[in-house]
């Protein structure tokens, strides 16, 4: 049997549909909340779209096996490999943050809200992957932006959930605007806003050249919002500090794995190296230094915090400039695909590993024992299998050899050298002995400093458990599992580029 | 003959018209100083505060429920002029009249949750009650 051509968008039409229906749901009974029937229902949203997606991607949808890519709307939007490896990325993310919310909300007003705000932010971003105008590429960015404004301040009585909500959104207004100016710079130049359009009316853009540059420069600048990359980066510790931790989990992990898949399908589709760096707009040579400010800065402002959760977010951009070697360590004629497709790799373990990280926060503040690194001292007396988590993922994390990072981290740097880039793989290499020293501070505090006042753990929430217990056994599993996984990406990212 | 030296002198002409009306009048007009004539509603109405007043929060609410329809307007206007004559040269109901459907049946589904939770019906400030009351004590 084959299924229509819509259907190619299952995932993103799953998750679209959920956020309606809990909408509904709420609009029928707006005074009381029914905590577990929301959860249940985004969980099962989020699962159904998890399993459509990576039914997709293993029965070859969208790829070189089954006809090539699927156009839909005028070809507004591409149903391909690497659109569905990054719905894996978002549906298993979403899976794992909404799972953790339910205990993080317990007795809090506007759940369905909530719910439903993940769910549109999760579809924005399965569109995302998807678009192939820069005009779909718009509207799904600000798609996903919007909810998220609105998830950063969802504390709204505390001050700094408030702040970080108000920072996020001014700098994401200034950003999509930039954005915007710069898509309209390069229409002006192609007369077009399809990708393809695009390359080819770069061509001959003549005396434009200019133009042209200035809006591949600017959209570049949306990109490194929606990816918290160096100079966008500044709403990243504020709004993931001030955010609820499944929130900051989300964004960090899902949102940043969104701004990839889109910068990565538009540079290569739109900008496509071998005709416009001979033109002079070398946009590899930019993601080159953006990539090594980025991770540089990250790592080092990671080492000097005293909170763990900005720790976090710092590492969060350190990990920016990792990814970003996916855009950088590309030449005419390099294995492109082989770097662009372990950077997706990488993107999907650090999904895992990050964002088990977050939510091991969100467990924390959950018992309300503190926020720095001295509050942590003595927390796996209490509660060892989470500190046991939470273990795998800063190890993971920091990249050390028997967890899903290290292999991740491996193929990135490895690709690159094979690229040309060793330099870049040299600094990446090096930031990651760096972030060892802030990653393994966490792992001391829980299991070898003594707790300097006698504290107790109320709760053991089931939700939070579960969630952080999964992605744990995911960053495992990525271990032996991750040929495949490497394998899938670089073939969706060779494709890309054929 | 330039086709622009057309377009300057409409520019021209443009300006020329009222500020020639307006000195014309000017100049052969009576002048009847009056009270009435310097108040700022002529009607009568005596002006009272100033115009820097806080609004209520709950227009915000109106004016954004507001924005979202008139959006929609945008994208249903070009819709319905080609409907019939998309129609006509046999585009299937399915693909005419569906996909708005289903447009104007998302923000359906937003409008009754925003009404369900209370966004269009008007709430009294507890705050503003009382320093209503305590101004009047």
Same mark, same amino acid.
């Given at each position: 049997m084959q299924l229509p051509s819509w259907a190619a968008l299952g995932p993103a039409l799953v998750l679209a549909l959920t956020a309606l229906v809990l909408l509904g749901l709420d609009s029928i009974d707006p005074?009381?909340?029914?905590?577990?029937?929301?959860?249940?229902?985004?969980?099962?949203?989020?699962?159904?779209?998890?399993?459509?997606?990576?039914?997709?991607?293993?029965?070859?949808?969208?790829?070189?096996?089954? @006809?090539g890519p699927i156009l839909l709307y005028g070809d507004a939007l591409v149903v391909d490999g690497m659109s569905l490896f990054f719905s894996v990325i978002f549906a298993s993310v979403a899976a794992m943050v909404i799972v953790a919310s339910y205990d993080y909300l317990k007795g809090r007003t506007y759940q369905a809200e909530f719910y439903s705000l993940v769910m549109l932010a999760a579809t924005g971003m399965t569109l995302m992957a998807s678009s192939n105008s820069l005009a779909s590429v718009f509207v799904s960015l600000e798609l996903a932006s919007l909810p998220s404004y609105a998830l950063v301040a969802f504390l709204k009585r505390n001050e700094g959930s408030v702040e970080a909500g108000l920072k996020y959104f001014l700098i994401g207004a200034v950003s999509s605007a930039v954005f915007a100016f710069g898509i309209s710079l390069v229409y002006a130049v192609t007369g077009?806003?399809?990708?393809?359009?695009?390359?080819?009316?770069?061509?001959?853009?003549?005396? /434009?050249? @200019?133009?042209?540059?200035?809006?591949?420069?600017?959209?570049?600048?949306?990109? $490194?919002?929606?990816?918290?990359?160096?100079?966008?980066?500044?709403?990243?510790?504020?709004?993931?500090?001030?955010?609820?931790?499944?929130?900051? $989990?989300?964004?960090?992990?899902?949102?940043?794995?969104?701004? /990839?898949?889109v910068a990565f399908r538009v540079f290569v589709e739109a900008f496509p190296i071998a005709s416009v760096v001979p033109m002079g707009i070398d946009w590899p040579l930019l993601f080159a230094v953006l990539a090594v400010v980025t991770m540089t800065l990250g790592n080092f402002a990671a080492a000097t915090q005293e909170n763990v959760k900005r720790m976090l977010a710092y590492s969060s951009i350190g990990h920016a400039g990792y990814a970003l070697i996916g855009l950088a360590a590309l030449s005419q004629g390099g294995p492109n695909g082989q770097v662009m497709g372990a950077s997706m790799a990488h993107l999907l373990v650090y999904g895992f590993m990050n964002t088990g990280a977050f939510l091991f926060i969100a467990l924390v503040e959950h018992w309300e024992v503190g926020r720095t690194f001295e509050d942590y001292n003595g927390l796996a007396t209490k509660a060892p299998v989470a500190c046991t988590a939470m273990t795998v993922f800063m190890f993971s994390l920091a990249g050390l050899p028997p967890f899903g990072g290290f292999l991740s981290k491996y193929a990135l740097f490895y690709s690159a050298v094979q690229g040309g880039f060793w330099w870049l793989a040299a600094v990446g290499a090096i930031n990651s002995a760096l972030s060892l020293f802030y990653y393994s501070r966490v792992v001391k505090a829980m299991w070898i400093e003594e707790p300097s006042t006698p504290f107790e753990l109320e709760s053991k929430p089931v939700g939070l458990y579960v969630a952080v217990m999964f992605a744990a056994v995911g960053t495992l599993l990525l271990l032996p599992g991750f040929g495949p996984v490497v394998e899938t990406a670089q073939t969706a990212a060779t494709a890309l580029f054929a | 003959m330039n086709q622009w030296i057309a377009i300057g002198m409409l520019g021209v002409v443009g300006v020329a018209l009222p500020i020639g009306m307006m000195v014309a009048s000017a100049l052969i007009r009576p002048r009847v100083p009056e009270q009435g004539k310097t108040a700022t509603y002529e009607s009568g109405e005596v002006p009272t505060g100033t115009a820097r007043i806080q609004f209520n929060i709950q227009y915000y609410m109106v004016a954004l429920l507001f924005l979202v329809f008139d959006i929609e307007t945008v994208l249903i206007f070009p819709w319905t002029v080609i409907y019939r004559s998309a129609l006509a040269e046999g585009v299937s109901l399915s693909k005419a009249l569906v996909p708005m459907l289903v447009f104007i049946g998302v923000l359906v589904v937003g409008l009754v949750w925003a009404w369900r939770n209370g966004a269009v019906s008007w709430v009294t400030s507890p705050r503003a009650l009382r320093r209503k009351t305590e101004r009047q004590q």
């Open positions: 005074d009381s909340t029914h905590s577990s029937a929301l959860a249940g229902i985004s969980a099962l949203g989020a699962l159904s779209a998890l399993g459509l997606a990576g039914w997709y991607l293993l029965a070859g949808t969208g790829q070189a096996s089954t @006809g077009s806003l399809l990708l393809s359009d695009v390359a080819s009316g770069l061509v001959d853009a003549g005396d /434009f050249v @200019g133009v042209a540059g200035v809006g591949v420069l600017l959209i570049a600048g949306g990109f $490194a919002f929606k990816t918290a990359s160096v100079p966008f980066h500044f709403w990243a510790p504020e709004a993931y500090e001030g955010a609820p931790a499944p929130i900051s $989990a989300f964004l960090s992990s899902a949102s940043k794995a969104a701004g /990839f898949a | -």
